[in-house]
């Protein structure tokens, strides 16, 4: 076991064992870790915002390119400034109002086209389409029947009795399988999170796998 | 019985303790599993396989934060890997602000072992608060979002983005991903502007994309460290990288996890089945 | 007024941008490319809000000397270290200060962040162990699926049986999917009618105080 001579290694491993000494119960140490954490993203975001988004896409066309039709953005943008006062803290709602309202705008098409339109398209073709033949066609069947009754699940707008019932019971069944596989990939997803680490404190730390 | 019982009872921090010996003893003690890469690696590996050296740029938007390292930073990489050794062209960004500093540490690691030029072979744009917005301001001329690289030089000054404007200029867009900003990136790049999307997502989100996979709305997708390790797979068995596998590595230890998470929802199941029994006996005497 | 004008803003935009989609002319789409240029600008803005609040909460619990106010002390001295050698590393002459602030993030803020989210995996595994019981029918379904991914997806499923990773592949490609897609469905409805509901001005709890 050959301990690393990077000091800034060193420090990452004793914060990532300060935030896992949280696993035995909560401490001062991951307390301060937790603090510090906070602090230095907070930080971050505020540099990378500064450099990325306000100066080259503010001040640049502003100050060096004399565009001066930037101003209307930088005000609408430093009225969120003014949540900080009672009196005039309404102000925030415009620049909001303009990032809802545009943003709501441009959202409606796509969203309708890319999670309704092309979905419900490809669901169709996949039922119907013969060249598929044999399991292919089956599967499609199959698919199309399960969003249908997926979807007969969500509809509150009718007691759900009779033919309804079944069919929400049947999409229940799909629902389930559907997030068994969830499930099952985030198990995956969460373990790979705690390797990385581990990776990180035997590899770089202490140096006992290469 | 009273055993089988008791086997439900045991305290979380022995269970807390037989998760890390799965982790570290495998990690140690490779096992060297094999690596069948998956359907959807291999068609996203080939769609940016058959890009022409040195023609349009593929984009990488690295839109994640460190807490999903372990499992997209080795996408990245061996995506990045994959264009350098190809000729192909890359360009980086991100939406995330987190994911700026990881993909400059990713670029400036392998750029050097490819000999790859900046704003010869690759771009760095850095990050762009808005997602959706930046999505169809690039879908307009890329330049409106990103009028400089992350370095403050401006795009025509970069000789690869001589004849890039938008995503007809751009053969594909892979969304590597910790959030559902993938659908974003499906809906504004590929459905209004028609760009090809390729994912690189958590394993906790990739069971809700296969609707856009069997669409073709997604050209391909990485399935987390599974997705990584067999990409990373992939460009040593075709010989273009020659970078020790971080993601193969990890897949022994995920292996052995899951058997035994599975042994403790076993045991936690037929505990709670002996359990049952015991009591309906108990309600019937 | 003070409601009535963002509600304005809102209906007209709206409106503006959602027809801008069907009418892609010159002059349509200058203003969807200036608008959208402006929006970045307008949206980096809004990290103001974030660490106003942050900076208030903590100095309210430093003046208020709450348990463990010196913490907050921490948080701030390194918010502040944190973005001024940011900003300044990228002033010439002071380029050390931004490799300072690459390595703060590297060593840093980047492992807590993965340590963080890496002890989820010992409360998944506890809770698994703790809560996940076949109780009816629909739970048997759901175990039965996850074990059968959980299997599907590591290179050990395909030596047990070969077959695995192609019935992991099934679930996810024909149940999973048609499940999924049902629930895409229901988001698309339910972000469409959200997004009407905004720019109608139906929708108002952005107002703050519900709209009243």
Not at chain 2, 160 to 174: L, S, T, W
Not at chain 3, 89 to 116: C, H, I, K, N, W
Not at chain 3, 196 to 202: E, P, R, T, V, Y
Request: contains cysteine.
């Amino acid at each position: 076991m050959i301990f690393s001579t990077n000091p800034w290694v060193w420090v990452a491993a004793i914060l990532t064992l300060c935030i896992f000494s949280f696993l035995y119960k909560e401490n001062p140490f991951y307390r301060f870790a937790e603090h510090l954490f906070v602090g230095i993203s907070a930080g971050y975001g505020v540099a990378v915002y500064w450099n990325n988004a306000i100066v080259p896409n503010l001040f640049v066309p502003l100050f060096q390119q004399h565009n001066w039709w930037f101003i209307i953005p930088g005000l609408l943008g430093m009225m969120f400034f003014f949540r900080f006062n009672q009196k005039t803290g309404w102000l925030i709602l415009i620049p909001m109002a303009v990032l809802l309202g545009t943003g709501s705008g441009m959202s409606l098409a796509p969203t309708i086209q890319t999670n309704i339109l092309k979905q419900m398209q490809s669901a169709l073709a996949d039922a119907t389409n013969l060249k598929l033949g044999g399991w292919g066609l089956i599967w499609g069947i199959v698919t199309l029947f399960g969003v249908i009754t997926t979807l007969s699940y969500f509809f509150f707008s009718r007691e759900q009795k009779g033919l309804l019932r079944v069919s929400a019971n049947i999409g229940v069944w799909f629902i389930m399988i559907g997030f068994g596989a969830s499930f099952g990939n985030t198990v995956m997803g969460r373990i790979s999170l705690l390797i990385g680490r581990v990776q990180f404190l035997l590899t770089d730390w202490i140096h006992i796998i290469k | 019985m009273k055993i089988l019982e008791n086997l439900t009872k045991i305290n979380r921090r022995y269970i807390f303790l037989m998760v890390a010996v799965a982790v570290i003893v495998p990690l140690i003690i490779p096992m060297n599993l094999p690596t069948i890469p998956g359907k959807y690696t291999i068609k996203l590996y080939d769609f940016i396989d058959k890009i022409p050296p040195q023609s349009q740029p593929v984009v990488i938007a690295a839109d994640y934060s460190p807490s999903m390292m372990p499992e997209l930073q080795p996408m990245l990489e061996s995506i990045i890997r994959h264009c350098f050794a190809k000729k192909v062209r890359v360009i980086v960004l991100t939406l995330d602000p987190n994911g700026a500093a990881l993909s400059e540490a990713a670029l400036k690691k392998i750029a050097p072992e490819y000999d790859a030029v900046y704003g010869r072979d690759y771009a760095f744009l850095g990050f762009k608060p808005g997602s959706s917005i930046v999505m169809m301001s690039i879908g307009e001329n890329i330049r409106q979002a990103f009028p400089a690289d992350f370095y403050g030089k401006s795009l025509d000054s970069l000789p690869m983005m001589a004849n890039v404007r938008n995503y007809a200029d751009i053969p594909i867009v892979v969304s590597i991903a910790g959030s559902a900003i993938t659908q974003s990136w499906i809906a504004y790049a590929g459905t209004r502007y028609h760009a090809n999307v390729g994912s690189g997502c958590t394993a906790v989100s990739t069971a809700d994309y296969y609707p856009f996979l069997q669409s073709g709305q997604l050209v391909g997708l990485l399935n987390g460290m599974k997705g990584a390790s067999e990409y990373e797979y992939l460009n040593q068995k075709n010989g273009y990288s020659k970078a020790p596998r971080v993601a193969g590595k990890g897949m022994d230890a995920v292996s052995i996890v899951h058997l035994l998470l599975m042994a403790f929802i076993i045991i936690g199941n037929v505990g709670y089945l002996v359990a049952r029994h015991n009591q309906s006996k108990k309600q019937g005497a | 007024m003070k409601r009535q004008i963002p509600l304005i803003i809102v209906l007209t935009l709206g409106i503006v941008f959602f027809i801008q989609f069907f009418i892609p002319s010159q002059i349509s789409t200058n203003i969807y490319q200036t608008t959208l240029q402006w929006e970045i600008v307008i949206s980096a803005f809004a990290i103001v809000l974030a660490i106003g609040s942050l900076i208030n909460h903590h100095m309210l619990k430093i003046q208020r000397r709450k348990p463990h106010w010196w913490n907050s002390i921490v948080t701030l001295i390194a918010m502040l270290v944190m973005a001024l050698l940011g900003i300044l590393g990228r002033v010439e002459g002071m380029e050390s200060l931004g490799q300072l602030y690459r390595t703060l993030f590297l060593y840093v803020q980047a492992p807590m962040d993965s340590a963080m989210f890496a002890i989820l995996a010992f409360y998944m595994a506890s809770a698994a162990y703790r809560a996940f019981r076949a109780r009816s029918q629909e739970a048997a379904l759901l175990l039965i699926s996850g074990f059968i991914i959980m299997l599907g997806v590591v290179p050990f499923g395909s030596l047990l049986w070969s077959k695995i990773p192609d019935i992991a592949e099934w679930i996810m490609m024909v149940p999973n999917m048609a499940a999924k897609r049902g629930i895409l469905f229901g988001v698309g409805l339910g972000m469409t009618a959200t997004s009407l509901k905004i720019i109608l001005g139906i929708e108002r709890s952005w107002l703050g105080g519900g709209g009243k």
